[in-house]
């Protein structure tokens, strides 16, 4: 397996626009907290396999948007579509999913503590709204929590926010998502799996 290799900085894939290294394959072993490039490169195949239109926002770019602290943003508002973004809250991997033709906000953290994180994401979310449409009035969105397992570990968060969405874009619902250690070996080899099968990949 490509974690046992020693030299680290060795690419070994390229899926869409991310490297990935050997190291970032070593954070999808056991008890490991994932990195942003294989969480970026795993919703980018997740999302090519759709056939609706869904866009990510990379996990640096939401989580500097959802911080309040973006001002400018490269990317057009599409009001078909389904944004998926990964963000980390500090050492701890949440979810947010906007369905643009709903103005639906649904917030997901792998522990459960959604209402945490809710009103500064959605204050932010309307921030940036106004200044990507040059808009002062806008419709009031509205925030859903999705009812999940909750995250029994302490390093599980990145490869919960990969399942929670690949199960969300599949069903709409978050709730047959399984968090025991032995759902989440599986969940990390499958990851690891997929990306190393990337058509792209470098040998």
Known sequence: MVWQREDEQSQVVVVGPYPLFVSSFKTLRSSKWLVDEVIDAYLHVLIKSQQESVRQICAVVASTLFDGQIHRFGKNIYPEDIWVCPINV??????????????????????????????????????????????????????????????????????????????????????????????????????????????DHHN
């Open 90 to 199: 500090g050492q701890h991997w949440i979810l947010v999913i906007f369905s643009m033709p709903q103005q639906a906000m649904f917030v997901i953290d792998p522990m459960g503590a959604e209402i945490a994180y809710a009103a500064t994401l959605h204050h932010n979310w309307g921030l940036f709204l106004r200044m990507a449409t040059r808009k002062d009035q806008l419709v009031q969105w509205k925030i859903f929590v999705l009812n999940h397992s909750k995250q029994q570990d302490s390093s599980s968060c990145g490869v919960l926010v990969l399942m929670f969405a690949k199960e969300y874009l599949q069903s709409r619902t978050i709730f047959n998502v399984k968090t025991s250690p032995e759902a989440i070996l599986d969940a990390r080899l499958q990851i690891a799996c997929t990306l190393l099968d990337y058509k």
